[in-house]
């Protein structure tokens, strides 16, 4: 990640590659842009007036020789309507336009978009947005790419200018906060973007214990541990693969020494061939990213860590491949799972909630204060929000209300879908307790009411990233791949239950 500092300080004074001033609505400059109009003997009016710059939002022009600066040269960027202008499109702005420069070579340039004015937002809000834009926009996984030059990096250096010297320990700590925040997402997006023949249980494994420091205490299971452990759910989707699983639990102790820890559990399926109920062949590859919700809780973890929050976490990771082995698990197969609950499998596919189902039970026996799990569960979820929103059910009113107010807060928005019991009687079996498909309707809520089962009565919140992990277009923030979607929203939850 490139060095990202704070300042306040006037915009002709900075002697950069380049100057970063907003442009609203009608051509309209904030307060370093009207200063430096008048440094610069009317030139920048000049450069208004002659140029086709309207300030919408997003538009970009590079000023070069504007008189009264020392910078080589100035960028507007316009930032549309204030009254419309939203965190959101901050983190959008800031990206746009550190790629743009990065792209053009620039190497130290300086940001004047926090002295915008953004409604119920602080100035510590808005340097966070701003650095996180470019920390998350500037992203790149290329290591693959060994010919490509044009990936060398220009930019060096960003300075977040801020109005006033009075904030600068407020900005400074809010920048601090998007360095952890922006380390946990992008290491999320480096796990899950490596390929399945690189990212297999082992290696997830490798990278937990990696994280491990004198607050954080990291176990990796292997498959012997597994089998002497019992998590026999989670054997069963592994006897189709020739690589062996891993249960990871994670102890983060921030907190006080007997609080009850909020448990974070991911779904790390490294490959998805869907089983013996096999997948179609188009966009099977994407099945790599099936293991984005255990990278969201090592990325969560790792930010949590770095901040150093006073909260104690568990975090538990079960991870396996699904294939179709010899000894593939099949359908018709009976399981009995770490819990002692009996699985009827009709389809080999639904195998997350099958391995989820070792991991929620093993947490909820830790009696956790709640329990947060992260999966790529559903493709109905991707039909119902798209990649606009998590999925969001579960038993924990309070732990999903404040995911909500994360969501809305951060832009790592969820959206929540109902858990009525009368959904429960889709997943009856006639053979076993439960089984693990329930029919075409409601396949995201059906998918949750099985992993009900499994988390006793501990207040439970289920994020379902299937539509949100990776984008494939990618976005302002987000190129193409994985997404770390779920990171900076429940970094921001802790972060509100420490205050
Ligand atoms: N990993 C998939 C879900 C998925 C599909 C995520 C597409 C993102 C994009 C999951 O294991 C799965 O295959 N689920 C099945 C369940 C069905 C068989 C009840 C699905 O959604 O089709
Ligand atoms: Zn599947
Ligand atoms: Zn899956």
Known sequence: MIEISVKAGAAAKQRDDAVILPLLEGRKLSESGKELQQASGKTLSGFLRKFDISGNF???????????????????????????????????????VARRLDKSGARDVSMYLPELNIKGASLADKVQAVAEGVWLGLYRFDKYQTQKKENKRALRSLTVMIPSRRDLEAAEAALATARSVCSGVNFARDLSNEPGNVCTPEFL??????????????????????????????????????????????????GEKDAAPVALVGKGLTFDAGGISIKPGALMEEMKFDMCGSAAVLGIFKAVSEMNLPVNLLGV???????????????GDVIT??????????????????????????AAEQKPAEIIDFATLTGACVVALGSQATGLLGTGEKVKKGLKTSGDHTHDRVWELPMYEEYQEQIKSHI????????????????????????????????DIAGTAWDMKGTDISPKGAT?????????????ACL
């Open 58 to 96: 997003g538009g970009m022009r590079t000023l070069y020789d504007v008189e009264g600066t020392f910078s080589q040269r100035v960028v507007l960027i316009g930032a549309g309507d204030e009254k419309k202008l939203r965190l959101e499109g901050l983190r959008r702005l800031a990206s746009k």
């Open 205 to 254: 494994g490798d990278q937990a214990a990696g994280l491990a420091h004198n607050k954080l205490n990291v176990t990796v299971m292997d498959k012997a541990a597994i089998e002497k452990a019992g998590f026999t759910a989670l054997l069963a989707v592994n006897q189709g693969s020739a690589k062996e699983p891993r249960f990871i639990v994670l102890e983060y102790k921030g």
């Open 317 to 331: 990771i079960a991870s396996t491949e699904n294939l179709l082995g010899s000894a593939a698990y099949k359908p």
């Open 337 to 362: 799972t770490y819990k002692g609950l009996t699985i009827e499998v009709q389809n080999t596919d639904a195998e997350g909630r099958i391995i989820l189902s070792d991991a929620l039970a093993y």
């Open 432 to 463: 076993a307790d439960i089984r693990n498909i329930g029919g075409r309707d409601a396949g995201t809520i059906t998918a949750a009411c099985f992993l009900s089962r499994f988390v006793d009565d501990i207040p439970w919140a289920h994020l």
């Open 484 to 496: 770390g979607a779920g990171v900076r929203l429940v970094v921001d939850y802790l972060q509100r």
